[in-house]
């Protein structure tokens, strides 16, 4: 083995390492979620296995970013709710901007591939790909030379 194969092994144990107790993004996937519903940051997590009820804790006061050609959101830095297979529902801390004003996130479901964000009246349902990365406090999915993603984002229309 040389030593680059070497560094890069060492590399990858020392980050699998902290890695070992479930984090806040594993239990999003337990649930059939992508992880990139959650920023990066969240430094911890509670969650009641009996009844789903969860909270999720960033280490930002508070986290705001833009996904390019579409929304704002922001983040308090304790997101709270319930969470099932393929539904989070009661959710408190997570909040969108349409046209000028904001809304909260109340539910997020999953159907197929699609993902349906509801602020109660109004709900957008966006491809499940557009959620396989992590966005960042600030930058969103944009940051340094990253070229973000490419995915199709709709827009919020009333619920039927
Ligand atoms: C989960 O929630 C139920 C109902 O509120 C409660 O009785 C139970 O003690 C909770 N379990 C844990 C581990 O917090
Ligand atoms: C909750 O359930 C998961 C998976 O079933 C298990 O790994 C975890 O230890 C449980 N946590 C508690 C607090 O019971």
Redesign the pocket.
Known sequence: MDWTAFIALSLLFICAAGYDTPSAYDVLQQFDFPIGLLPKGATGYEL????G?FKAYLGEKVCSFSLEGSYDLKYKSTIKGKISKDKLTKLSGVSVKVLLFWFDIVEVRRRGDELEFSVGILSASFGVENFLECPQCGCGLICGNDQGRNGKLNRFVASS
């Open positions: 009641n296995n009996s009844t009820d």
